[in-house]
Nanobody
Framework: QVQLVESGGGLVQPGGSLRLSCAASGTIFSINAMGWYRQAPGKQRELVAAITKGGTTNYADSVKGRFTISRDNAKNTVYLQMNSLKPEDTAVYFC???????????????????WGQGTQVTVSS
């Protein structure tokens, strides 16, 4: 199994910055994609940003130019640097990974999708 532990959420004023971290642990041979999703009250969970093992990134239009996703493959950790935060960024942020637990899973393209417990980000004055 793969466990994800998120950190870095909190309360910030509009225009401020936060950095989220998510560390993966457990039975991991390799991690393919890593990403961040968010869910605001009464809304569906949405993709914020994702990054492949090779470093290719993808962002929601609403965060382009403000958020930056990065990863440290040696530490199985993904980060989300959030700048110029807006009240509409308020949500619970979830880390997500597509991991191959073993070499056999890797060669057979059997990845395990895992979710973190979520971290609250509140942007308010």
């Amino acid at each position: 199994q793969v466990q994800l532990v998120e950190s870095g959420g909190g309360l910030v004023q509009p225009g401020g910055s936060l950095r989220l971290s998510c560390a993966a642990s457990g039975t991991i041979f390799s991690i393919n994609a890593m990403g961040w999703y968010r869910q605001a009250p009464g809304k569906q969970r949405e993709l914020v940003a994702a990054i492949t093992k090779g470093g290719t990134t993808n962002y929601a239009d609403s965060v382009k130019g403000r958020f930056t996703i990065s990863r440290d493959n040696a530490k199985n950790t993904v980060y989300l640097q959030m700048n110029s935060l807006k009240p509409e960024d308020t949500a619970v942020y979830f880390c997500n990974t597509d991991a191959f637990p073993t070499y056999a899973d890797y060669v057979n393209s059997r990845f395990l999708k895992s979710w973190g417990q979520g971290t609250q980000v509140t942007v308010s004055s």
